[in-house]
Structures are given as structure tokens and as C-alpha cells.
């Protein structure tokens, strides 16, 4: 399973963002200049992570971008559901009715990999873009 580029560009985003001092509001061209993002897929980013309420926009002179809400809030989770609309590792576990076998009940294969699902989630959930964040300023330190 790989994650598309813009969601690897929207981790790069969020993550900036999340190294500003509060309440900072950063132009789209900076974003783009310092994170290595066309501009015009930055736009495409912004969107989405707007609409999911992981970032907020900014109009005007001095606009830009800003997190929605406190790094410790978002996650690794929130940004690839964002991206990539609900985490699903295996086509019956988005919709059952893709089972070519017509499975009345779970399968076994269903069963471990609904499990997997589960613990990838939660696993993505926990890790944190202020945990990341405090990361990435401590490497920058050194």
C-alpha cells in the first residue's frame, strides 16, 4: 500500500505549519518555495485539508494558511483520511457488496484484515504533528 504524492506533500504542509508559532499564518508561495511544492498542487492540498478541517485559509493581503487546530490534534490518520478519503486496505472492508464470493458472513481473510485495519488506524492516529514537529526542530538543532 502506497499513499499518493499529495499526500506526502500535505505530511510536508501540515508538519510546517505545525513548526509556526501559534496563530502564524503562512503565504501559499512560501509554503510551496520551502516545502518543494508546485504551487498550483499546493492549491489542490490546501483544499482538501481545508475541507476536512485540518487547515484554515486565510484571504487577503496577509493571508494564507494556518493550522485549524492544535498539532497535538492532528494526525498522521486526519491527514491521509483527507487525502485519501477513508482507510481501507482491502476492497470488502469499503464495501462488502465487493466480495466476489458473496459472503453471507466475515471471512477468515476478512476477519485479519479488518484486525490490520484497525491496528494500522490506530497506530496512524497516535503519532501526532506536534509530536513530529518536536522531532523535526530538535533534528534541526543539531
Same mark, same amino acid.
Given at each position: 500500500?502506497?499513499?499518493?504524492?499529495? !499526500?506526502?506533500?500535505?505530511?510536508?504542509?501540515?508538519? /510546517?505549519?505545525? =513548526?509556526?508559532?501559534?496563530?502564524?499564518?503562512?503565504? =501559499?508561495?512560501? %509554503?510551496?518555495? $520551502?516545502?518543494?511544492?508546485?504551487?498550483?498542487? #499546493?492549491?489542490?492540498?490546501? $483544499?482538501?485539508? &481545508?475541507?476536512?478541517?485540518?487547515?484554515?485559509?486565510?484571504?487577503?493581503? @496577509?493571508? =494564507?494558511?494556518? #493550522?485549524?487546530?492544535?498539532?497535538?490534534? %492532528? &494526525?498522521? /490518520?486526519?491527514?491521509?483520511?483527507?487525502?485519501?478519503?477513508?482507510?481501507? %486496505?482491502? $476492497?470488502?472492508?469499503?464495501?462488502?457488496? @465487493?466480495?466476489? $464470493?458473496?459472503?453471507?458472513?466475515?471471512?477468515?481473510?476478512?476477519?485479519?484484515?479488518?484486525?490490520?485495519?484497525?491496528? #494500522?488506524?490506530?497506530?496512524?492516529?497516535?503519532? !501526532?504533528?506536534?509530536?513530529?514537529?518536536?522531532?523535526?526542530?530538535? &533534528?534541526?538543532?543539531?
Amino acid at each position: 500500500m502506497q499513499w499518493n504524492q499529495a !499526500t506526502d506533500y500535505a505530511f510536508r504542509v501540515v508538519l /510546517y505549519l505545525a =513548526g509556526l508559532p501559534p496563530g502564524e499564518v503562512a503565504s =501559499g508561495v512560501i %509554503i510551496a518555495d $520551502r516545502q518543494h511544492i508546485p504551487h498550483r498542487f #499546493l492549491q489542490k492540498i490546501m $483544499r482538501l485539508l &481545508s475541507a476536512a478541517g485540518v487547515v484554515k485559509s486565510f484571504r487577503g493581503v @496577509a493571508g =494564507g494558511f494556518a #493550522l485549524a487546530k492544535a498539532p497535538a490534534a %492532528i &494526525s498522521l /490518520y486526519d491527514v491521509i483520511v483527507a487525502m485519501e478519503g477513508p482507510l481501507a %486496505i482491502h $476492497r470488502c472492508l469499503a464495501d462488502r457488496k @465487493a466480495c466476489n $464470493r458473496d459472503c453471507e458472513q466475515e471471512c477468515p481473510v476478512h476477519q485479519a484484515l479488518a484486525g490490520i485495519q484497525d491496528r #494500522l488506524a490506530a497506530d496512524l492516529a497516535s503519532v !501526532t504533528f506536534a509530536a513530529l514537529a518536536a522531532k523535526a526542530n530538535k &533534528s534541526s538543532r543539531r
